[in-house]
């Protein structure tokens, strides 16, 4: 069983930053691609980007070259550095785990269908 556990987030002006961190338990977390999600008040929940364990990413085109994805597998803890956060950054942010071993091998990386565990989310909100 993996718990995944939220934490960082807050209200900023946009240009602003903050750094999301999930805390991982389950010893094999690590070994599986990890991402942050993130679902806006009447929208669907949509991927922003994902990590394996290598470090190899991918990122969602609308955070590309502002957000940074990282993890560290000894504290067996997830980042997302949110860098430039415009209005329509908020929502509510999710980690998740549980995809295949390599971003390579999974059909859509960025699709909520490919993962397993999630966490209880935490709140972004910028204002303009």
């Known amino acids: 069983q993996v718990q995944l556990v939220e934490s960082g987030g807050g209200s900023v002006q946009a240009g602003g930053s903050l750094r999301l961190s999930c805390a991982a338990s389950?010893?094999?977390?690590?070994?599986?691609?990890m991402g942050w999600f993130r679902q806006a008040p009447g929208k669907e929940r949509e991927g922003v980007a994902v990590?394996?364990?290598?470090?190899?990413?991918r990122y969602a085109d609308s955070v590309k070259g502002r957000f940074t994805i990282s993890k560290d597998n000894a504290k067996n803890t997830l980042y997302l550095q949110m860098n430039s956060l415009k209005p329509e950054d908020t929502a509510m942010y999710y980690c998740?785990?549980?995809?295949?071993?390599?971003?390579?091998?999974?059909?859509?990386?960025?699709?909520?269908?490919?993962?397993?565990?999630w966490g209880q989310g935490t709140q972004v909100t910028v204002s303009s």
């Open positions: 998740a785990a549980g995809g295949g071993l390599t971003i390579a091998a999974m059909y859509a990386p960025l699709d909520i269908h490919e993962y397993s565990y």
């Open positions: 990590i394996e364990s290598d470090g190899s990413t």
């Open positions: 389950g010893s094999t977390a690590s070994d599986y691609v």
